[in-house]
Nanobody
């Protein structure tokens, strides 16, 4: 079985920083992309940032220049450094990974349970 476990959410004032982490564990053969999505109250889940196995990154326009995604392939972790946070960044942040388990020939998309980020004074 495969699990994605997030950590690092919390309450921060506008202009502050937070660092989210996600660790993938279990019977993993390989991981292609890892990323972070977010869902604000009353809104659809949207991509925040994503990184490929080769380190190519892509960001939502609303977070570009403020968020940095990084990945450590050796231990199947992905981080999201969030700086200059704004109230509109308030959301539940979900870790996402497209990976191939050790059993079977196919890749699947996995999600973490989410971590709350609240930006408020």
């Amino acid at each position: 079985q495969v699990q994605l476990v997030e950590s690092g959410g919390g309450l921060v004032q506008p202009g502050g920083s937070l660092r989210l982490s996600c660790a993938a564990s279990g019977s993993i053969f390989s991981i292609s992309t890892m990323g972070w999505y977010r869902q604000a109250p009353g809104k659809q889940r949207e991509l925040a940032a994503i990184v490929s196995g080769g380190g190519v990154t892509n960001y939502a326009g609303s977070v570009k220049g403020r968020f940095t995604i990084s990945r450590a392939n050796a231990n199947n972790t992905v981080h999201l450094q969030m700086n200059s946070l704004k109230p509109e960044d308030t959301a539940v942040y979900y870790c996402n990974a497209v990976l191939k388990p050790t059993s079977g020939p196919y890749s699947y998309t996995y999600w973490g349970r989410g971590t709350q980020v609240t930006v408020s004074s």
